[in-house]
């Protein structure tokens, strides 16, 4: 690893196991898998600004997977593995992963995370996840495409993609599941077209009610899909969400499909486009819990 220049890709030819991945990484470098496992037994990898760190499998097709990238450094369920600072980008292609904690925690302006073809399991929080600690952390591009996230934890404590920044979340053609919420927008410009949303309802904890106080992170209401905020003085940012021809379930009655939230600052949209969105689950919108009683191709939510 050391000896890569940056622009270089490191081929696995067999298993390999390393605690290290030289981070914080300061050049671009890909990893190319080629049908082999790469188990990762170190810390947060930090990708410093305007470098590209890459995890790709040449073995497979163009839409198939490869090998796996096993990530079993985490020390508890909300470490990351994957930081991208400003400027700095994380792309994953064609492989598969397996974590116990976060995967990929961009923190900086423009830093991104790029998800192609792949298969993600976790027994972390997150499959992505952002941080809102400061403006300096806005900006951030997420793009997830013909992948599937997972997340899955013994109490079901868990959101496969959380969005609190001002930035960008594009996901499509894709498979997005977790036990508390699959897809939290708190903030940013969000859009989803052609994919699966679904939330297991599987959360032991206490659950936030509806109307009761927001907190941090996903320590709000459970939903499939929850969009905007009802916490003044943080994610300071509209949350605007567009669905398009997509399948948003939930798998408990009492768990609402969609919850759209906002606060006298900041106000958030939900709009439904496309003829083939299929909504199963309760609606719920504003300030009050309304539950909605039907949800066509079209409505907005504000």
Do not use: H
């Not at 390393?18 to 890909?30: F, Q």
């Not at 499959?127 to 109490?155: F, P, Q, W």
């Not at 109307?211 to 320590?219: E, L, R």
Request: charged share 20%; net charge negative.
């Amino acid at each position: 690893v050391s000896a890569a220049n940056s622009g270089d890709t490191i081929v696995l030819l067999d298993d390999v196991s390393t605690n290290t991945l030289g981070s914080p990484i300061k050049k671009n470098i890909t990893y190319d898998l080629k049908g082999n496992d790469l188990t990762y037994s170190g810390s947060t990898v930090v990708v410093n600004g305007n470098y590209t760190l890459t995890f790709e499998d040449s073995s497979v097709s163009s839409t198939g997977t490869g090998g796996t990238l096993k990530l079993t450094g985490a020390k508890n369920v909300v470490e990351s593995n994957f930081n991208p600072q400003v400027g700095g980008a994380v792309s994953v292609r064609n492989i598969n992963i397996e974590s116990t904690g976060a995967v990929f925690y961009p923190r900086g302006d423009a830093a991104s995370v790029d998800i192609r073809y792949c298969n993600i399991i976790t027994s972390g929080a997150y499959c992505v996840a952002t941080n809102a600690e400061t403006v300096n952390n806005y900006g951030v591009i997420i793009n997830i495409e013909n992948s599937k996230l997972t997340t899955s934890t013994s109490d079901g404590d868990n959101t496969a993609v959380l969005i609190n920044v001002e930035g960008k979340l594009n996901i499509k053609d894709s498979e997005i599941t977790g036990d508390r919420q699959a897809v939290i927008a708190r903030a940013g410009d969000v859009t989803i077209e052609n994919t699966e949303i679904t939330v297991t309802g599987k959360y032991s904890g206490t659950p936030v009610n509806i109307d009761g106080d927001w907190k941090d992170g996903n320590n709000i209401p459970v939903g499939a899909i929850v969009v905007g905020n009802k916490k003044e003085g943080s994610y300071n940012a509209k949350a605007n969400v567009i669905i398009e021809d997509c399948i948003v379930t939930s798998e408990k009655k009492d768990v609402p499909a969609i919850l759209t939230e906002a606060n006298k600052s900041y106000s958030s949209s939900i709009e439904i486009i496309g003829k083939d969105t299929v909504v199963t689950g309760v609606v719920m919108k504003g300030l009050t819990g309304q539950q909605l009683p039907s949800l066509q191709a079209g409505d907005p939510l504000r």
